[in-house]
């Protein structure tokens, strides 16, 4: 049997868009987000694959009034707009789309709902089995026996569904596809803003149906004296919102018959156009979907580092090392392994790439700071690298004062775009040599035949490839990044502001702040005794022993127990938040010992317990770092601990100076 699959596309975007979320959306170059086009496509392909479907169709909304908004005014009104990060991404996925040859379906007046609700019936008729994907669960009404309807679940990228049929809708919800209109209509719909009949829940709603049938004979009931067992404040709502149910149930039924132009032919499954799709995800930064469909040599051309420029294996040559001695420029990239005796890092220089642009060559040198030394605590050579904070306590580690290293590119491309977190060397590469290191890393590989012992175990030379590639880039890149600087005005900044105060960064990194271990333990004693004070005093005022930090059970005790007046509920139980704490101040002595209990837990915790693991044990010092590449407002920030975060002033401190 055949299948068609249609896609609800505004509702799977948005849910892919809310499903890839955090501090680390995807982004383009230009910082256009694309975390909902890539879920999408990841739900899309998932399907693809595994129902191998006939046709294909996505159907999207129209920004316009529908005949619902005629009937109803205020219909979908309490609506927030679409996140302009959302808005942004819709465009896009209908070019993708139309690269990879999938029709795509929108009419004004109508809604994506009743495309499908159109094609469904159409797709049955045509003898198709039909499955809609959608996370609208009002699609359950046009579920069949050949009518599968898909919900689809995203959280942290990954994605699991739910088939509905008619016989999985009979027995989830004890009515039959069709009835849940009726159901609709009586409930409402908050997020259309549909109206129902007020004090008619879901549950409600249900139980009348099932027993009525329609909003129809449950009227005819209700008017016929028919119906002893709805009485009260329940009957006299349905009664006086008869008009209400009628409008909610037309509002909630889904259009079967929009004028579409079915097409057998024209909802077959196609061919891409490979290169259209290529530079899209390119565009889009979507590398591993390159991969899994292979779509690397679309616009074949091959590309080897040796058209970039040399690689040289001098390991231990002196001659290069004097040459690099007698430069005002250097271009580097470090090898690093891991180092269990590092002092401030547990990482060591293993091997150095310098490009040569006079040359075009990458020489890789063994790292040994006695050949090094004069090179980098030259002060009349400019280093020119990545993440030179880094680099800076890898050198002081071995005894190395570094000098001039006044031109990192991560912190170029920070100054360029603070709006994105992609600042990889890759990127660079990418986006201001238009240069892909993948391309070149891959078609740079001995062929599969050639049989040389360093493929056995560690693939020697990939590794080198890697690393030269690497230092080239950053040679190249750095003309091109301060021009960039110039155009927006902001090479001032990055020479005379950033850069310096990297080496300030990684100075105070390496020196660390002294913390004398043994006193905070003694700290966080007297700390852990006045927290068990505390608890003795919440658990006399409320009369009870519980989890006090339990927001579950203090709302028990505060609001159920205390009665104190409460402001917001959730399905997980009260509110017990720090505004609604401080508006509680004044109606009980328990709220300002909880505040205070909160304080001191959050002091040992974080700023006392949770310092311990950060003093290093061979300087006894706190070495935190210090990000100039992370806010996007150009403020610094500290990490591994975060430092910036320690309180100067608590009233749990004005309270107890000899403990805080």
């Known amino acids: 049997m055949k299948k068609l699959l249609v896609i609800d596309g505004n509702s799977i ?21 694309t975390n909902a086009v890539y879920g999408f496509l990841t739900i899309m392909f998932h399907q693809l694959e595994l129902e191998n479907p006939d046709y294909l169709v996505v159907a999207f909304d129209v920004k316009s009034p529908t005949k619902r908004h005629e009937m109803y005014s205020e ?57 809609l994907l959608t996370g609208d669960r009002d699609a359950f009404q046009l579920a069949t026996d050949k009518v599968t309807i898909r919900i689809p679940r995203t959280s942290k990228g990954k994605t699991e569904v739910e088939d509905f049929n008619q016989a999985k809708v009979l027995e989830t919800y004890g009515v039959l596809p069709k009835q849940m209109i009726e159901v609709k209509g009586l409930m409402g719909d908050s997020s259309d803003n549909i109206p129902g009949v007020p004090g008619i829940g879901e549950k409600t709603a249900l139980n009348l149906i099932k027993k009525y049938g329609s909003i129809n004979q449950l009227y005819e009931a209700l008017e016929g004296e028919k119906a002893p067992e709805i009485k009260g404040k329940q009957r006299e709502k349905l009664l006086e919102n008869k008009e209400l149910a009628y409008l909610s149930r037309t509002l909630g039924t889904i259009d079967i018959d929009a004028p579409i132009e079915k097409s057998l032919e024209e909802f077959q499954v196609q061919d891409w156009d490979n290169a259209a799709v290529l530079k899209w995800f390119k565009d889009l930064r979507f590398k591993r979907f390159i991969e899994r469909f292979r779509l690397e040599n679309a616009d074949a051309k091959e590309k080897n580092i040796a058209d970039l420029f040399e690689l040289v294996e001098n390991q231990n040559s002196q001659e290069v090392i004097e040459k690099l001695k007698q430069q005002t420029e250097i271009n580097y990239y470090f090898e690093l392994e891991d180092e269990k005796e590092g002092l401030i890092l547990p990482k060591k220089i293993k091997n ?46 071995v005894g190395i004062e570094p000098n001039n290293m006044m031109f990192d590119c991560r912190i170029a491309m920070y100054l ?52 030269a590639i690497y230092a080239y880039v950053i040679g190249e890149a750095k003309p091109v990044l301060e021009k960039a600087l110039a155009e927006v005005n902001q090479l001032k900044l990055f020479q005379e502001i950033e850069m310096p105060c990297l080496e300030v960064l990684a100075e105070m990194r390496y020196i660390g702040v002294f913390a004398e271990k043994s006193d905070i333990e003694k700290m966080s004693e007297k700390l852990k005794i006045q927290i068990e004070e505390l608890s003795q005093e919440i658990y006399e ?79 006894n010092r706190i070495h935190t770092t210090f990000h100039q590449t992370v806010a996007a407002t150009g403020r610094l920030s500290s990490s591994d601990p975060n430092l910036q975060n320690i309180p100067t002033r608590t009233e749990a401190r004005k309270a107890n100076p000899k403990i805080i």
């Open 75 to 131: 219909y979908k009104g309490t609506r927030k707009g679409m996140p302009d990060e959302l808005a942004a991404q819709l465009p896009i996925i209908k070019e993708v789309l139309a690269a990879m040859n999938i029709t795509v379906l929108e009419k004004p007046g109508y809604e994506a709902d009743d495309i499908l609700g159109t094609l469904s019936v159409w797709g049955e008729n045509q003898s198709l089995d039909v499955i």
């Open 541 to 619: 005022l409320a009369g009870e022993e519980f989890n006090i930090n339990s927001s579950k059970q203090l709302g028990e005790v505060l609001f159920e127990k205390l009665e104190l007046p409460y402001k917001k509920k959730n399905k997980n139980g009260y509110s017990t938040d720090v505004d609604t704490l401080e508006s509680l101040k004044n109606t009980h002595p328990i709220i300002e010992k909880i505040l205070g209990y909160r304080q001191m837990a959050k002091l040992n915790s974080t700023f006392v317990e949770g310092m311990l693991p950060f003093i290093n044990s061979k300087t």
């Open 416 to 467: 360029l775009n603070s709006g994105t977190n992609h600042y990889s060397l890759e990127e660079l590469s990418r986006q201001y040599l238009n240069l892909e290191i993948e391309d070149y890393l891959n078609n740079s590989k001995p062929s599969e035949d050639v049989q040389t012992s360093f493929f056995e175990e560690e693939p020697k030379e990939e590794k080198n490839a890697q690393q």
């Open 13 to 33: 975007l948005n849910r892919a868009f809310y499903g890839i979320m955090g501090s680390k959306m995807l982004q383009t170059a230009d910082g256009t987000y």
């Open 352 to 397: 150095v790439h310098f490009f040569v642009k006079s040359e075009k060559k990458v020489h890789n040198l063994n790292f040994q700071p006695e050949k090094f030394k004069e090179i980098f605590e030259n002060p009349a050579i400019l280093k020119c690298g990545y993440n030179q904070k880094q680099d800076y306590i890898l050198l002081k580690q």
